[in-house]
């Protein structure tokens, strides 16, 4: 990206600088605002302020710490009512203490008259004149509703797939959803440096602006407007610059400053900011239920729509969770790891359980269920807002929850981190109304909202220490008799204590798998430092591969983050009011010890305090706002709700655009979905499925069985599923495919991704396709599913069968096919030219610490290699000399790293070393050669070692391939050391299925091999190719 001109900054600096010295000319020169500016404060601010509730007093609190306001109060008056006329200026909603005894006698005689009338109405009557009465107040409000309306409709019917994300597609590609938002995305790519130009320009010049208006009329209200204006311009000119790469240091210190500002400001304005953050301010109860209404539904179609395509692969962990329910829910069959995390969490288990009998046991039962409980949660949100905050604040910090592309991502994943959702709003949400009401018995409900959350997975153990901060400091702040305060807090810590038992164990095993030991602690400050900053650059800059939520970006959408840190420093200021307080603890303490202690920046560690963060985003909006009204005067107020309007209705469609085109959904995770897929539409009492692989090979065919068996229990009873599919070794699928199973037809599932054995796995789907012509492919990005139904099983093309071959003398070889017939059989054999003893790694003596692989490298011979691991013993190897001299050892290996620990090779106690590598010899397959060795003829034993000379941390294993032992200096292991000889070929005209051949040899060493064809029937081997052949013999003959 271009660099963003630094002259775009001026205006901003220019108007906090001016804000800062018309402060101080303010304060000398004893501004204040004049009467004539009232037309800029809102009624509201005319009211006097909510005081802070206080336990000395059983008074009701109008403030929304403590009680909800009354009906009449949240109700605007009609045009006939009595408050619409001048002469009810008497009557302030946002005091309902003076209603009692203001309100107009007529009002409650209206109601008494229509409750005791002598003719009960009609209902349906009544219902009817109500609305009409309705459309008749507000016909132009339902006009605008039902053009609306039909426009929607109009255009849902009539837009193509691009636009309503009919068919998935690629990301980022025309048939995703909301891709038709892309031009806008693109724009602020290929135009970021003139779009961020143009933004810091004009609103540093708006805050310049402002700031000389303030200067013109001596107001010190537009005074601290145009200073927010300009912090928060400088703050949105440190986001833009966090996105370019080169810039990021200028952005921190723009941070910083902004975030200074951010504070001083809300020190200075610490009355309006509390005022704000906690005044009441009721919307009418009509609107309030659509605004709320409006909202859930956003979230559940946020989390709903296309579930069952969106994401399209199974995050690891997804697939293990989700399967350990069904395993241990629904199919009662113990596994141990499945057992380890239902006794120690098991919330989780029980809150997806039902889901799974309900709809079946599947990955889109588990995913609903997640979604179902996140709008829940996004309802508990706003009820637990609803008690300590302006019902506006509350209104927009759930709106913002609820469009969170970051929760989308989350709440549309079966992990058990996406479980953690619920548990710290209502915990929060409880403990406010159980300190409202200061009776024991919420107090144990919102205990038990915090056990369960304990208990539901780590990531949310944070809430303990959160809440018990919070309850002290309430304790505190209520003044409670130390009878009332114990017995309160024993109700809510009561549930959290009795869940100990169950976590301790888990709590100690996860110290071991986080390793907070060697997190670099040596390093002392710098180390705190440095995670530190890794935690912020994940909020601000760019997401770290996670389970939950990836993307190119910040954690949230990048225009939030100004507005985050001006809540947070206006919380900070305002740290008294309940919700200030509330949310700072909830949100710091997630966020930095956790992350910071185990290291790990991960969207899964902050999305329990991710509600928490979009509170603070709407404090830092909504006091902007408010803050904003007051400086320009109600007068303004359409246009900057209009402009709001706008900003918080593309917000959400933007995320929804991230979501659906821009968050990545991986590779591994797209595999294993496409298998499970594959294996659960193959799911039949009468087929029988074939997984092709290379066996003990690190690839999804061998790994996946959860999932295969999940997506197959949609249309397969449990206990049949072992009887309804198998692993099968790639030479093994062709020869044993009829006779694998007695179910009628066949599935072939062939891996077409992996690297390993490549050859191999293209030869065998060349080998079907001879076959098995009439077969029916399914190719997908990954694998490929070979659908063979009954009639061609029983008749396949070629006959696909093995050859064995045992030396009965010299020159004489017994043969025999595995199946069908040969009507042509050839000995072929070659002569050894150079004597050597060749020896495939994985066939030696495995000494302790030593281990088979055939994963991590690719392009090894034989059947695999082998890999040490730290603190191995030493291999033995033997031989045997045919007369004294000089010995040489070659050995293939694959090292990965460079360092000061190479392998050995010991022989009549002469050491050797190899496999020292510079940095060009990394990642690939070397032969290397040591000695000559001086030996005796006959048997002798050597060893191969690797004494690790570095830090254990550091360790990395070095895999060996093939060794080889000569006597020949000028031997290379890439030259071939036979020579052919001329064949020996039988013909049958019936077709034979076993012989004997022979051969005349003069002295020297041999390798043989048979070779079988038949034209009639004819024959391939287990990858299709013909002719059959046998494996190769070697043989020596005596001069």
């Keep these: 990206m271009d660099l963003i001109p630094l002259w775009t900054l001026a205006p901003a600096i220019a108007a906090i600088a001016l804000a800062f010295v018309l402060m101080f000319m303010a304060k000398r020169g004893r501004w204040a605002d004049s009467d004539s500016d009232s037309e800029s404060r809102s009624p509201a601010d005319s009211a006097p302020a909510a005081p802070e509730p206080e336990s000395s007093s059983p008074k009701p609190d109008p403030s929304p710490e403590a009680a909800p306001p ?181 952005g921190e210190w723009l941070y910083l400053i902004a975030g200074a500002g951010f504070f001083a400001w809300g020190l200075l304005n610490r009355e309006n900011a509390q005022k704000d953050i906690s005044e009441p301010r009721p919307l009418p109860r009509h609107v309030e239920i659509a605004l709320v209404a409006g909202m859930i539904a956003f979230a559940a179609f946020a989390r709903f729509y296309q579930l069952d395509s969106f994401p399209y692969g199974i995050e690891g962990d997804e697939a293990k969770w989700t399967a350990e329910v069904v395993w241990l829910g629904l199919r009662g069959e113990p596994d141990i790891s499945a057992l380890y995390h239902r006794d120690a969490l098991p919330v989780s288990f029980y809150m997806q359980t039902l889901f799974h009998r309900i709809m079946g046991p599947s990955l889109y039962a588990a995913r609903f269920e997640v979604a179902l409980f996140s709008v829940i949660a996004a309802l508990v949100l706003y009820m637990y807002l609803r008690q300590v905050a302006a019902m506006p604040l509350a209104l927009l910090a759930s709106w913002l929850a609820a469009a969170s592309v970051f929760d989308i991502s989350a709440s549309r994943l079966a992990n058990v981190e996406s479980h953690v959702k619920l548990w710290p709003i209502l915990t929060f949400a409880a403990l406010a109304f159980a300190i409202k009401i200061r009776h024991w018995a919420p107090f144990a409900v919102a205990g038990i909202a915090l056990a369960l959350g304990l208990l539901t997975y780590d990531t949310v153990w944070p809430l303990g220490l959160a809440a018990l901060v919070i309850v002290i400091a309430e304790f505190l702040h209520q003044k409670e008799t130390p009878a009332d305060a114990l017995r309160n807090a024993g109700a809510f810590f009561a549930p959290a204590l009795l869940s100990l038992p169950l976590l301790i164990p888990y709590i100690a095993g996860r110290m071991s798998y986080y390793d907070l030991g060697a997190k670099g602690w040596e390093s002392g400050a710098f180390t705190l430092w440095f995670h530190f900053r890794e935690v912020i650059a994940s909020w601000y800059v760019h997401t770290y591969d996670d389970f939950l939520y990836n993307r190119s970006g910040p954690l949230l959408n990048a225009f939030l983050l100004p507005w985050l840190t001006f809540g947070i420093a206006a919380s900070i200021a305002a740290w008294k009011r309940r919700l200030s307080f509330w949310t700072l603890c909830w949100f710091l303490l997630f966020v930095f010890p956790a992350p910071i202690a185990t290291h790990s920046p991960f969207g899964r560690l902050y999305y329990p305090a991710l509600p928490a963060a979009y509170i603070l985003s709407g404090i830092g909006l909504y006091v902007f706002g408010r803050e904003t009204l007051r400086a320009v005067g109600n007068a303004y107020k359409p246009i900057l709700l209009a402009a709001g309007m706008a900003v918080f209705a593309w917000l959400p469609m933007f995320n929804l655009y991230i979501y659906f085109n821009e968050v990545i959904d991986f590779d591994n995770r797209q595999m294993r979905r496409e298998l499970a897929e594959f294996a659960g539409d193959a799911a039949d009492p009468d087929n029988f499925i074939v997984l092709a692989v290379v066996p003990e090979g690190d690839e999804a065919l061998n790994n996946e069985y959860q999932m295969i068996e999940l997506f197959m229990l949609e249309k397969l009873p449990a206990e049949s599923l072992k009887e309804a599919y198998r692993a099968v070794a790639l030479e093994k699928v062709l020869p044993e495919i009829h006779s694998l199973s007695p179910r009628m037809n066949r599935t072939v599932l062939l891996d077409t991704a992996t690297p390993d054995e490549r050859i191999k796995r293209d030869a065998l789907a060349d080998g079907l396709r001879r076959c ?87 392009g090894w011979n034989g059947g695999g290699f082998i890999m040490d691991n730290y603190g191995s013993a030493p291999i033995a190897v033997s031989g045997d000399n045919a007369e004294p001299g000089a010995l040489y050892f070659w050995a293939r290996y694959y090292k990965r790293v460079v360092d000061h620990s190479p392998l050995e090779f010991s022989i009549n106690g002469e050491t050797r070393i190899f496999a020292n590598t510079d940095i060009n010899g990394l990642d690939q397959w070397r032969w290397e050669r040591v000695g000559p060795f001086a030996v005796p003829a006959g048997e002798f034993n050597a060893s191969i070692n690797r004494d690790f000379n570095d830090d254990a941390p550091e360790f990395m294993a070095i895999f060996i391939d093939s060794i080889v032992l000569t006597q020949d200096p000028d031997f290379e292991p890439t030259d071939e050391p036979y020579e052919p000889l001329a064949a020996i070929s039988q013909s049958f005209a019936d077709g034979r299925s076993k012989g004997v051949i022979a051969n005349r040899f003069e002295p020297g060493t041999y390798r043989c091999h048979v070779e079988a064809s038949s034209r009639k029937h004819p024959l391939v081997d287990a990858f299709g190719a013909s002719p059959v052949k046998s494996v190769v013999i070697e043989l020596t003959i005596a001069p």
């Design 772 to 858: 098995y012509p009439k077969a029916e492919w399914s190719e997908g990005r990954f694998f490929t599913r070979v659908d063979i139904d009954a009639e061609s099983l029983a008749n396949p093309d070629c006959v696909s069968a093995s050859i064995s071959l045992e030396q009965q003398s010299s020159g004489a070889f017994a043969w025999s096919l595995s199946q069908g017939k040969a009507d042509n059989v050839s000995l072929q054999c070659d002569r050894l030219l150079r004597e050597r003893n060749w020896m495939e790694a994985e066939t030696l003596p495995i000494a302790a610490g030593w281990q088979i692989e055939t994963s991590f490298a690719s």
């Design 70 to 250: 009354t009906p009449a109060a949240e109700t605007s008056p009609s045009k006939s009512s009595p408050a619409a006329s001048p002469t009810a200026k008497t009557i302030e909603p946002a005091d309902s203490s003076k209603e009692a005894a203001v309100l107009p006698s007529v009002a409650p005689h209206k109601v008494f008259t229509f409750h005791r009338s002598l003719s009960p109405p009609n209902e349906n009557n009544e219902a009817a004149k109500q609305i009409r009465k309705f459309i008749s107040e507000r016909r132009w409000e339902v006009t605008l509703g039902a053009v609306a309306i039909f426009i929607i409709w109009f255009a849902w019917l009539s837009s193509p797939a691009q636009i309503k994300g009919a068919a998935p597609g690629l990301p980022d590609q025309p048939g995703r959803p909301f891709y038709f938002i892309h031009w806008q995305r693109n724009h602020l790519v290929l135009f970021f440096e003139q779009t961020a130009s143009a933004v810091n320009v004009v609103g540093g010049l708006a805050a310049l602006g402002l700031t000389i208006l303030a200067a013109v009329k001596k107001s010190p209200r537009k005074i601290q407007a145009g200073l927010l204006w300009g912090l928060l311009s400088l703050a949105g000119a440190a986001q833009w610059a966090l996105a370019v790469e080169d810039q990021r240091v200028l």
